[in-house]
């Protein structure tokens, strides 16, 4: 059984939480959800190919793909690899105080860290959404 289609609809129920978190001044939520939503998204493209995807990591998650599938995901999203490192190094920091020097996570993530992730996880999203819909 297939399951890719239940992965990208929690990918976009994280995507939307992310933007509920954002208006409500939840941005290190925000980020994190953000990071969730893209994972999801590639699990289900993974699924889609017949592949499992381990772990947590955006980057190798987007290698682990098909050639042909990455590289047509590449000329779909603009700067598609370096939306993942953004994306991958807001994983643990948004969510734990001792990642960070002081403080907590709530402290170190505003407005704009958390605009600039839904910008990248939406386009990261789309594209992987479209591509399921051609598989």
Known sequence: MNRSADWLHQAEADLAQAQLSAGAGHHEWACFACHQAVEKALKALHLRHGQQSWGHGLGRSFRDLPAELARSLAVEVAD???????????????????????????DHFGRLQSQDALGHARALVDAIRAALAQA
Not at 80 to 100: F, Q
């Open 80 to 106: 598609l690899e370096d939306r993942l490192r953004v994306l991958d190094a807001l994983y643990i920091p948004t969510r734990y105080p001792d990642s960070l020097p002081e403080g907590a996570p709530t």
